[in-house]
């Protein structure tokens, strides 16, 4: 069965400092990118599977087949760095089985009625709220934009968003 190294939720998806830095960091050799959007956009899709690293695989899938490969063991073996766009998707994910001990929050974009937490990681109330289910449930949750930052956990951000 796969290990998951690292669940990242980053709106960028796959960019530079996703393979440079958190692919080596995480010693990952796939990286499974959830995403309906971009499962669906095969121009896209192939721009991303093609943005790999020499000896790192990318796969990408919906949500749904993403709960589904994982309860089926079909994720491989190996060491997965999975990468979602937003929060919304990791409780989907989280719900159908797919429960990551630990999720790493890295980017999640602008947008009115944001607000800045840490560096450039936004929340709304949305976000909030689905963050603390995610801790209910017993995922450790950090905020984290590269490795050479100090991690923060979501009791201090929330702190900072209330």
Same mark, same amino acid.
Request: negative net charge; aromatic residues 6%; hydrophobic residues 40%.
């Given at each position: 069965?796969? &290990?998951?190294?690292?669940?990242?939720?980053? /709106?960028?998806?796959?960019?530079?400092?996703?393979?440079?830095?958190?692919?080596?960091? /995480? /010693?990952?050799?796939?990286? *499974?990118?959830?995403?309906?959007?971009?499962?669906? @956009?095969?121009?896209?899709?192939?721009?991303?599977?093609?943005?790999?690293?020499?000896?790192?695989?990318?796969?990408?899938?919906?949500?749904?087949?993403?709960?589904?490969?994982?309860?089926?063991?079909?994720?491989?073996?190996?060491? *997965?760095?999975?990468?979602?766009? &937003?929060?919304?998707?990791?409780?989907?994910?989280?719900?159908?089985?797919?429960?990551?001990?630990?999720?790493?929050?890295?980017?999640?974009?602008?947008?009115?009625?944001?607000?800045?937490?840490?560096?450039?990681?936004?929340? @709304?109330?949305?976000?909030?709220?689905?963050?603390?289910?995610?801790?209910?449930?017993?995922?450790?949750?950090?905020?984290?934009?590269?490795?050479?930052?100090?991690?923060?956990?979501?009791?201090?951000?929330?702190?900072?968003?209330?």
């Amino acid at each position: 069965m796969a &290990d998951i190294v690292l669940c990242r939720i980053d /709106s960028r998806l796959i960019h530079g400092q996703v393979m440079t830095k958190w692919v080596n960091q /995480s /010693s990952a050799n796939k990286i *499974v990118v959830v995403s309906d959007e971009l499962a669906a @956009d095969e121009f896209m899709l192939q721009i991303y599977l093609l943005s790999a690293p020499a000896g790192v695989k990318v796969e990408c899938y919906g949500i749904e087949d993403t709960i589904k490969h994982w309860n089926e063991d079909q994720f491989g073996a190996g060491k *997965v760095l999975l990468l979602l766009p &937003d929060l919304k998707s990791m409780k989907q994910v989280y719900d159908g089985g797919v429960t990551v001990p630990q999720i790493q929050v890295g980017g999640l974009g602008g947008a009115p009625n944001r607000k800045v937490v840490f560096q450039n990681i936004t929340l @709304d109330d949305p976000d909030v709220e689905t963050l603390e289910y995610l801790k209910g449930k017993g995922a450790d949750i950090i905020f984290q934009t590269i490795p050479e930052d100090t991690p923060m956990k979501l009791d201090d951000i929330l702190k900072r968003y209330k």
